[in-house]
T-cell receptor
Framework: DTGVSQDPRHKITKRGQNVTFRCDPI?????LYWYRQTLGQGPEFLTY????????KSRLLSDRFSAERPKGSFSTLEIQRTEQGDSAMYLC???????????FGSGTQLSVL | AQSVTQLDSQVPVFEEAPVELRCNYS??????LFWYVQYPNQGLQLLLK??????LVESINGFEAEFNKSQTSFHLRKPSVHISDTAEYFC?????????????FGSGTQLTVLP
């Protein structure tokens, strides 16, 4: 169990650019979640995958955001035409079986200039 | 829809003193309740959870939380804190419907333990 890994740890981009983040969940976990956390706030749910199927999306996930989990393993989160309001920590989590415990990665800190 | 309120954004406390971090939730359905902890420069980690059964749940490092349905609360307590308990603590709820098991988090409480 190597934990949930996220790449990159930090990303600085200019407004209007596209960015993509990667999440590698714990290998046997079939559920994968993306959350966003801004300063002084708790994480907010963005989207959820069970295996390769994206089963739920938050209203926070505008059409500039897209997430995939093509083979039911790693996942990517892409933000197109980034805006300064997208600056946040993007967290990935995974879980498996009947366990309610989510295992979180260390996150990708996005700064949009 | 559900929500979580953590009224105290900052809680400073001296080492070996007791502490209580407050959490109240709102939900129209039954919920699961969680406390997650985020140490500096680390990811969120589950501290303890209430799913069913005994309303008092404990963690391995001396924290406990009690589910109070009538007061819709899940306050976190520790009788004697250590410097190493300094971290941000998040209360979270998940309702029992559906399969997403997504969590709704509070805004967090920064616990700072002073020497």
């Amino acid at each position: 169990d190597t934990g949930v890994s996220q790449d990159p740890r930090h990303k600085i981009t200019k407004r209007g650019q596209n960015v993509t983040f990667r999440c590698d969940p714990i290998s046997e976990h079939n559920r994968l979640y993306w959350y966003r956390q801004t300063l002084g706030q708790g994480p907010e749910f963005l989207t959820y995958f069970q295996n390769e199927a994206q089963l739920e999306k938050s209203r926070l996930l505008s059409d500039r955001f897209s997430a995939e989990r093509p083979k039911g393993s790693f996942s990517t989160l892409e933000i197109q035409r980034t805006e300064q309001g997208d600056s946040a920590m993007y967290l990935c989590a995974s879980s498996g079986g009947a366990n309610m415990k989510l295992f979180f990665g260390s996150g990708t800190q996005l700064s949009v200039l | 829809a559900q929500s979580v309120t953590q009224l105290d954004s900052q809680v400073p406390v001296f080492e070996e003193a007791p502490v209580e971090l407050r959490c109240n939730y709102s939900s129209s359905v039954s919920v699961y309740l969680f406390w997650y902890v985020q140490y500096p420069n680390q990811g969120l980690q589950l501290l303890l959870k209430y799913l069913s059964g005994s309303t008092l749940v404990e963690s391995i490092n001396g924290f406990e939380a009690e589910f109070n349905k009538s007061q819709t609360s899940f306050h976190l307590r520790k009788p004697s804190v250590h410097i190493s308990d300094t971290a941000e603590y998040f209360c979270a709820v998940s309702d029992l419907r559906g399969s997403a098991r997504q969590l709704t988090f509070g805004s967090g409480t920064q616990l700072t333990v002073l020497p």
